[in-house]
DNA sequence: ATAGTAAACTAACAATTGTTAGTTAAAATT
DNA sequence: AATTTTAACTAACAATTGTTAGTTTACTAT
């Protein structure tokens, strides 16, 4: 199933005005109209208003998982495993910011099996995680501190890394990296 | 302008709706059915859909704003003062999950002076943890990374605790408390 | 040149949207 | 007891929604 150009067109507008108002908000109408072509038109190159959005978070989603299992699985300290989920974020998010704002805000809005399978592979990249973070523990290279607060705390801020792209652009990429690094592992005191 | 019985009940229940898939997502047919009236109903109460969003928005950015202010005015250290910041959003978050989900994902669907009123409370927000921060940096209390980083590592957190709320409440609020005034300050490792 | 394809168009649809008007029944106030 | 208020209802509206059908236009391959 090639994706076309004027198809990956559409999804890239499509994440851009959905990142903005929320896929249920924007209409076909307002995609079109973003392309300079009536809504109809949309309907050359996609199925449906839902599989936009099943492309736009499905391929990223799949990104986080395979790379994560790659992580998990390679002959690294707990911390070095934690600083590529770090990398990870970084630089799909800076990579795809719309996408991502996409995934976090309107993955609710997926239907029957696309919903199963983006909840699935979200449930594994967390439970990989909290893994990650548990032998950590067990290691004693991380603190022995509440585990769900752990993660939680580390997961939020990567996972809304793309509301601060702007201020991230203006930033260095290495310098980006470093600092969150330093201050996800070592605190900011 | 009193808030009767009947209209903290349409609130609380649309709260929940506009939770789960946003505000555009969510019909004024939807909040009746979950009262168990009809849609017209509602308009006994309520002057519109969108008067429901600013009724939920708005009282919270608030008592955001008003706090804020009082910390950053107080005569503590800096580090005191975001641990105070931190237990703000930890009251406000456990007395009001719903709420917080809806001012974080909803607030673009605020209309005229309402959206201005809210971005306005929100920049200021910024600015007066930006203070804290910055001061924190000067009286070499914080380390001298990023302020930016610093700033929206600690927000992303802060900001997304209700997504962690089922976590959290079933985690001591004294705990919770502890270890992310930890984990925020001094860090995982 | 001819045929085929890609990608736009117009027109229209059935369903759903927020909202209003007018009515009714019960509760509260006079 | 009479009146007003509260809060529900039914019915309907005009606008907007995602989508389909059928048509046209221009480029591509034969």
């Given at each position: 199933?090639?994706?076309?150009e004027?198809?990956?067109e559409?999804?890239t ?5 959905f990142r ?6 924007i209409?076909?109408?307002?995609i ?11 309907y050359?190159?996609?199925?449906s208003k ?8 499905i ?11 790659q992580i998990?699985?390679s ?8 600083k590529?989920?770090?990398h990870?974020?970084i630089?799909?998010?800076l990579r795809?910011?719309?996408?991502l704002?996409c ?11 696309d919903?199963n ?9 967390e439970e990989?995680f ?5 032998q ?6 991380i ?5 769900e607060?752990?993660i ?21 990429d ?14 900011i005191v």
């Open positions: 199933m090639k994706v076309t004027r198809k990956s559409i999804i507008i499509a994440s851009q005005l903005e108002k929320g896929y249920s908000a209409t076909m109408r307002d079109a109209q973003a392309m300079d072509i009536k809504a109809a038109s949309l050359n190159h996609i199925k839902q599989e936009i959005l099943v492309l736009i978070i391929e990223i989603a799949e990104e986080f998982t395979t790379v994560m299992n998990v699985s002959e690294v300290s707990s911390i070095e495993k934690i590529k989920v770090i990870l974020h630089d799909i998010t795809n910011p719309d996408a704002a995934l976090n805000n309107d993955w609710m809005h997926l239907e029957d099996k919903l399978y983006f909840l699935k592979m979200r449930t594994d990249y990989n909290r893994k990650i973070v548990k950590g523990i067990a290691s004693e290279q603190k022995n501190l509440n585990q607060v752990i939680f705390s580390t997961l939020s801020t990567l996972r809304t890394l793309y509301l601060w792209y702007n201020k991230a652009k203006s930033l260095n290495k310098v980006l990296k470093n600092d969150l690094e330093e201050i996800l592992l070592k605190g």
